[in-house]
Nanobody, 123 residues
Framework: QVQLIESGGGLVQAGGSLRLSCAASGRGFSSYAMGWFRQAPGKDREFVASIMWSGLSISYLDSVKGRFTISRDNAKNTVYLQMNSLKPEDTAVYYC????????????????WGQGTQVTVSS
């Protein structure tokens, strides 16, 4: 059993930066693929970024490439999402997810999910 708790969300002006953290408790964190998803009001949840347990096989949503960076620290059981050059269209609730299979995670089928953290980007 893994529990995920996100933090780091908030209100920021366009062009600003935020760093989201997802702290995991329970066993097996270092063996899971981890990902970030987001859901804006009135829209479906969408994949943002993922990273394998090894720190390799990193993938991003096209619209965040070059602006967002996903990373993980297995010693701290934490995955991060550094978000730079934020845009109003990045406004959403951001969720952290974990799954033993990267392909399942990327399709939105993560076995474990956090409660989400709100990110609001003002223009």
């Amino acid at each position: 059993q893994v529990q995920l708790i996100e933090s780091g969300g908030g209100l920021v002006q366009a062009g600003g930066s935020l760093r989201l953290s997802c702290a995991a408790s329970g066993r097996g964190f270092s063996s899971y693929a981890m990902g970030w998803f987001r859901q804006a009001p009135g829209k479906d949840r969408e994949f943002v970024a993922s990273i394998m347990w090894s720190g390799l096989s990193i993938s991003y949503l096209d619209s965040v490439k070059g602006r967002f960076t996903i990373s993980r620290d297995n010693a701290k059981n934490t995955v991060y999402l550094q978000m730079n050059s934020l845009k109003p269209e990045d406004t959403a609730v951001y969720y952290c997810a974990a799954d033993g299979r990267l392909d399942v995670l990327r399709r939105g089928g993560g076995h474990y999910w956090g409660q989400g953290t709100q990110v609001t980007v003002s223009s």
